[in-house]
């Protein structure tokens, strides 16, 4: 009797303490996600961004790279073109200071953005991607951004 009172025990305490992470009610504050429409990428990278350490691939001491294959998989899965930017812009300045690549480049980054632009068809997304594949720094090529402002 006394092992199956010390089992309900702790079998009442697991159920419990699997609970308390969970919020009964969500708070006021908080503002559920818009809903971005359902982009298919036909050109992003076969590697997850947060299984890359940029800083040891790109052999930087930038503390920003910790935080990139973050920033890139969060504009990924929200369809977010200018968080896609600014981290295509990042990588593309640290492959230039460094003269190395990681797994996942700048210019991809910037063919994801360029392709969820589209297929949003989104104006301002769409001008901001043909600016950076304009521009001989990034992705240079002179050709996609005409083709994308058409």
């Given at each position: 009797?006394?092992?199956?009172?010390?089992?309900?025990?702790?079998?009442?305490?697991?159920?419990?303490?699997?609970?308390?992470?969970?919020?009964?009610?969500?708070?006021?504050?908080?503002?559920?996600?818009?809903?971005?429409?359902?982009?298919?990428?036909?050109?992003?990278?076969?590697?997850?961004?947060?299984?890359?350490?940029?800083?040891?691939?790109?052999?930087?001491?930038?503390?920003?790279?910790?935080?990139?294959?973050?920033?890139?998989?969060?504009?990924?899965?929200?369809?977010?073109?200018?968080?896609?930017?600014?981290?295509?812009?990042?990588?593309?300045?640290?492959?230039?200071?460094?003269?190395?690549?990681?797994?996942i480049t700048g210019k991809d980054?910037?063919?994801?953005?360029?392709?969820?632009?589209?297929?949003?068809?989104?104006?301002?997304?769409?001008?901001?991607?043909?600016?950076?594949?304009?521009?001989?720094f990034f992705g240079?090529?002179?050709?996609?951004?005409?083709?994308?402002?058409?």
């Open positions: 009797m006394h092992k199956l009172t010390i089992f309900l025990i702790i079998l009442v305490f697991t159920g419990f303490s699997q609970g308390f992470d969970q919020k009964p009610y969500p708070d006021k504050k908080e503002k559920p996600m818009e809903k971005q429409p359902d982009v298919v990428l036909k050109n992003a990278p076969l590697v997850s961004p947060l299984t890359i350490d940029f800083q040891i691939e790109l052999g930087s001491k930038n503390k920003a790279l910790k935080k990139i294959g973050e920033m890139i998989q969060r504009g990924k899965d929200q369809n977010d073109v200018k968080a896609l930017l600014s981290a295509a812009i990042i990588l593309f300045l640290e492959e230039s200071n460094s003269g190395k690549k990681a797994r980054i910037l063919i994801m953005a360029t392709e969820i632009a589209v297929q949003k068809k989104n104006p301002k997304d769409i001008i901001a991607c043909a600016t950076l594949w304009d521009d001989k240079n090529d002179p050709a996609k951004a005409k083709e994308l402002l058409k």
